[in-house]
Nanobody
Framework: HLVESGGGTVQPGDFLRLSCVAPESVFRLAHMGWYRQVPGKSREFVARISKDDIAEYGDCARGRFAVWRDYDTSTAFLQMNNLQPNDTATYYC?????????????WGQGIQVTVSS
């Protein structure tokens, strides 16, 4: 359901912008989140933009990353600035939707971000 793009390999101090496109029927009712994971570790919360446009950030993102959403294109974005080697991970988009008493939780396939000199 969710399609991420924008990953890649960059040098320390560079930036990347990740995008996540969701079906409109999901996007308009879902909180859109970003998580990341490195091999051998649990998935880490990065940022979330609620369906009411309220942004939240994990400790790893606060002050460097920005999250927002575009209802016209059903796309969530994660701007990552001043990337460092410890930001290297697979980044996942998440759509968390509560509607009519039911919870739906969708995940993208993941996209690699590598920060290396």
């Amino acid at each position: 359901h969710l399609v991420e793009s924008g990953g890649g390999t960059v040098q320390p101090g560079d930036f990347l912008r990740l995008s996540c496109v969701a079906p409109e029927s999901v996007f308009r009712l879902a909180h859109m989140g970003w998580y990341r994971q490195v091999p051998g570790k649990s998935r880490e919360f990065v940022a979330r933009i609620s369906k009411d446009d309220i942004a939240e950030y994990g400790d790893c993102a606060r002050g460097r990353f920005a999250v927002w959403r575009d209802y016209d294109t059903s796309t969530a974005f994660l701007q990552m600035n001043n990337l460092q080697p410890n930001d290297t991970a697979t980044y996942y988009c998440n759509a968390y939707k509560v509607y009519d008493g039911r919870v739906s939780d969708y995940w993208g396939q993941g996209i690699q971000v590598t920060v290396s000199s």
